[in-house]
T-cell receptor, first 111, second 111 residues
Framework: EPEVTQTPSHQVTQMGQEVILRCVPISNHLYFYWYRQILGQKVEFLVSFYNNEISEKSEIFDDQFSVERPDGSNFTLKIRSTKLEDSAMYFC?????????FGPGTRLTVL | EDQVTQSPEALRLQEGESSSLNCSYTVSGLRGLFWYRQDPGKGPEFLFTLYSAGEEKEKERLKATLTKKESFLHITAPKPEDSATYLCAVSSGGGADGLTFGKGTHLIIQP
């Protein structure tokens, strides 16, 4: 069964550093998303991406965040200057029909 | 603004003891209601999508139902491996919109 993959599984960084989280969505899917989940809190929508551009973004997705599909298969989330409050699990999601399939997540720890 | 409220927050059952989890929602035009299962440290695993009031879907010991204001996830004769956090989410509007999640119900099935 096709699945979403994410790398790395765990990323530790210093406050102010840039991080790039990578995802390989399910092939033939057209819609891609990033969500995050701070420890003990609900899953939160960050951004949706379709046809090589952002379709929708939440209030969380400010100028420090950016997304890209550089080569037609990978899908990346970049945080330019990390803050302590960016520590969370980040999930890449791939959508087929109306069902959103989550990847295993990248645990980002900002020190 | 879409809102999703799940209850109870936590539920402890004996193996074989059936019960229901509740998801109340407020949306401007429901496009779909989703149930996910999340194990600790993992990404949410898709279970069901419901689209209209009166719809029901089943998978093994799980059955999801939908009304105009809430959804129920019924668990029949649960087993310890059903222990997880069950998440409810809604999608509203059109296009590639993000999901709004509830906080989840943490279910523990004791042998």
């Amino acid at each position: 069964e096709p699945e979403v993959t994410q790398t790395p599984s765990h990323q530790v960084t210093q406050m102010g550093q840039e991080v790039i989280l990578r995802c390989v969505p399910i092939s033939n899917h057209l819609y891609f998303y990033w969500y995050r989940q701070i420890l003990g809190q609900k899953v939160e929508f960050l951004v949706s991406f379709y046809n090589n551009e952002i379709s929708e973004k939440s209030e969380i997705f400010d100028d420090q965040f950016s997304v890209e599909r550089p080569d037609g298969s990978n899908f990346t989330l970049k945080i330019r200057s990390t803050k302590l409050e960016d520590s969370a699990m980040y999930f890449c999601v791939s959508r087929g029909n109306n069902e959103q399939f989550f990847g295993p997540g990248t645990r980002l720890t900002v020190l | 603004e879409d809102q999703v409220t799940q209850s109870p927050e936590a539920l402890r059952l004996q193996e074989g003891e059936s019960s229901s989890l509740n998801c109340s929602y407020t949306v401007s035009g429901l496009r779909g209601l989703f149930w996910y299962r999340q194990d600790p440290g993992k990404g949410p695993e898709f279970l069901f999508t419901l689209y209209s009031a009166g719809e029901e879907k089943e998978k093994e010991r799980l059955k999801a139902t939908l009304t105009k204001k809430e959804s129920f996830l019924h668990i029949t004769a649960p087993k310890p491996e059903d222990s997880a956090t069950y998440l409810c989410a809604v999608s509203s509007g059109g296009g590639a919109d993000g999901l709004t999640f509830g906080k989840g119900t943490h279910l523990i099935i004791q042998p």
